[in-house]
């Protein structure tokens, strides 16, 4: 049973606990009552109502308790409230050291700072997280978030290691799935900049090919008719080896996207590089074929 769920039957029991103690006194206590209101709604998953409520109780110094305030911070994780779930980690840690919800509000710090876009200042916490609590069931989901700090920082490298840890050492955990994820996303980006790479190289052959082809042409005015004619035909083998190459290369992009899904390829902006300087290549191609065709026509 994870630590949630059993501090979830525990605030089950406290709320008992409270109701009991409020239906036997004789007159209504303020904290009692949020208390117990606050304690309803974070068991419903009601986390707003919850936040508001269990803010209100830690006002009373009845309520001024490890188990309110660690409520608190996590409902207020669950409603995406980073900024005030982080600042009251700080006051938990200021107030009760040594509780047994230091490890939590610990790693609840680095979550808060993830999603508040402090990618450095939340690798520093999780770091320290996974230092002291090495065993802690929250181990791989803190090595996950640290490796999404790298990746929201183009640390492909790092953020690899991290991922393939979390597949590789804990296969059953929660975050196995989407590291897996992550790591897919990675090799798929660095096999596009390879294919990225390799089109580029094919462009200055193209290039280089052209200006051959434009300095033959000065020269063919003063060379036989039959040389001219072997040029150009060299130059036509070479300009179709640099199309076919192209056409391989589109195919296997093509492979790529259909592998990988619409998504990766919609959000890729190394994609569209590369679909335009296809583009860009077709039609230079196509330049250097007419041009081609028009000379050996003068020719003939």
């Known amino acids: 049973m994870s630590f ?14 409270a109701s009991l103690g409020f239906a036997q006194s ?43 305030w660690y409520m608190l911070i996590t409902a207020e994780m669950y409603a995406g409230e980073y900024k005030n779930a982080f600042q009251d980690c700080e006051t938990y840690a200021r107030n009760f050291p040594d509780s047994p919800y230091d490890s939590y509000v610990l790693y609840h710090r680095g979550r808060a700072l993830f999603c508040m876009g402090e990618y450095e200042k939340s690798v520093l916490i999780l770091s320290d997280f996974c230092h002291q609590y090495p065993e802690h069931e929250m181990y791989p989901s803190a090595l996950y978030w640290i490796a999404e700090s790298f990746f929201a920082t183009y640390n492909y490298e790092d953020a690899e290691l991290l991922y393939n840890a ?10 196995a799935d989407s590291a897996q994820y992550r790591l897919e996303t990675i090799r798929q980006a660095a096999r596009e900049e390879k294919l990225l790479y390799l089109l580029k190289e094919t462009g200055e052959e193209y290039l280089a090919a052209k200006e051959e082809y434009e300095r033959q042409l000065k020269l063919s005015g003063i060379d036989s008719t039959s040389d001219a004619r072997r040029r150009i035909l060299d130059l036509q083998r070479q300009n179709a080896d640099n199309e076919r190459h192209i056409l391989e290369l589109e195919h296997e992009i093509a492979q790529l996207k259909e592998k990988l899904g619409d998504e990766v390829a919609k959000n890729s902006d190394v994609k569209k590089e590369t679909y335009f300087l296809l583009q860009d290549l077709k039609r230079k191609a196509a330049e250097t074929q007419k041009l081609l065709n028009d000379k050996e026509r003068g020719d003939l």
């Open 4 to 17: 949630l769920k059993k501090f979830f039957g525990f605030c089950m029991i406290l709320l008992f606990s």
């Open 166 to 175: 979390v597949v590789n050492d804990y296969p059953d955990d929660a975050k």
């Open 26 to 68: 004789s007159s209504q206590s303020p904290a009692v009552t949020a208390f117990v209101q606050g304690a309803k709604a974070f068991g419903a998953g009601e986390w707003t109502s919850s936040i508001f409520l269990l803010r209100k109780a830690v006002s009373y110094p009845e309520n001024f308790t490890a188990e309110t």
